[in-house]
């Protein structure tokens, strides 16, 4: 009993002690965004140990023993940081990966950018329309269109209307496959005019609200029906929901400018960022695993930048975000000066205890180009 306290001590002193050495040690002002564009190149850069010459993608660990090392999702949120990473730079080594990753996963997936998965292809989506805004190449829309297409076919009657998560799951919803598609819609509709889109963005949106916000607290619920009982899955708290709530409201406040829109962005991202909250106990964004969770605190990082971009977000309000992105980037930076492989803690270096996987590696990269993106926005 002795050992197992001293070893919680021992444990909560370190993360206490990169919370407190991040706070004293970042750099302000241009030195501060040198900073963050140095660490950025670095996680960046680490990103390459893990691609496959030749097959085009990015291999990540195994979990579990019979698990694949190709991810479609998470080789789509490769493709989004490798346009984070251009946009910064304007190097155009990030396009060159990134129409070669196009090809590799289009292969992988069966020479086809369609899967099981609703919102797995949602990420494909919003990805390469991206990629498709910094080089206008075709290709990249034609992808964001077909997917877009397919994802449609998700809604369903089934918990009044929503979208589902998977093909092969049609009674189960969750936030996973609706806001994503929400983001989606919304952006198609920004660029190209189609009004259908809007009305899906709208659509989805308001089915969600409805059904997996707390609007009280604003926190977003993972899914319902997934046992088909009807039941909430109130006890999963995942900074992915919120970030992509975050995210979706962004959007069509941006289309509309109807304030209740905001207001939702709002609400939610003060309860993810709380400093007591469920999700920075350690005192800085807590780690969701290696395997899929090692994505998600880098989603809510992404669309909590998208927010404090809002002209009209209150200043207290913006400063609150900003500081929050900052101060987690700072305590990655501490805690990793020289090796930008990042494992499943950012307040942590790499370690047997503390591996990496292609989602942490991916997450740190979206804190460190999102703070830099802001630090210089703002």
Sequence with gaps: MLMHIRTILTCGLVLLTAALLACCTAPKGSARIAALDRAADEAQAALDSLWMTGDNYYIDVKVRPDDPDFHYWRNAHAADVLVDGYLRTTDNRYLDRLAALHGGMYRMNGNTFSNVYYDDMEWVGLAFLRAYDVTNDPKYRATADSVWADIKTAWNDNCGGGMAWRKDQLAYKNTP????????????????????????????FDWETTHLVDTTTGEVYDGINRLGDGKIDTEWKLTYCQGVYIGGAVELYRITGDQHYLERAIRTAD?????????????????????????FRGILIRYLGELVDVPALPEDKRRLYLDYIAHNADVLMAANPHDKRIGQSWGAALSEDNPQSLGTQLSAIMLLETASRVAKAH
């Design 177 to 204: 496959a609706n806001m994503p598609a929400v983001i989606l819609a919304a952006r198609l509709y920004t660029r190209f005019g189609n009004p259908d889109d809007l009305a899906w963005a709208t659509k989805i």
């Design 271 to 295: 309860f993810v960022t709380a400093p007591n909250g469920f999700f920075n106990r350690e005192g800085f964004l807590k780690g969701e695993g290696i395997g899929d969770g090692g994505l």
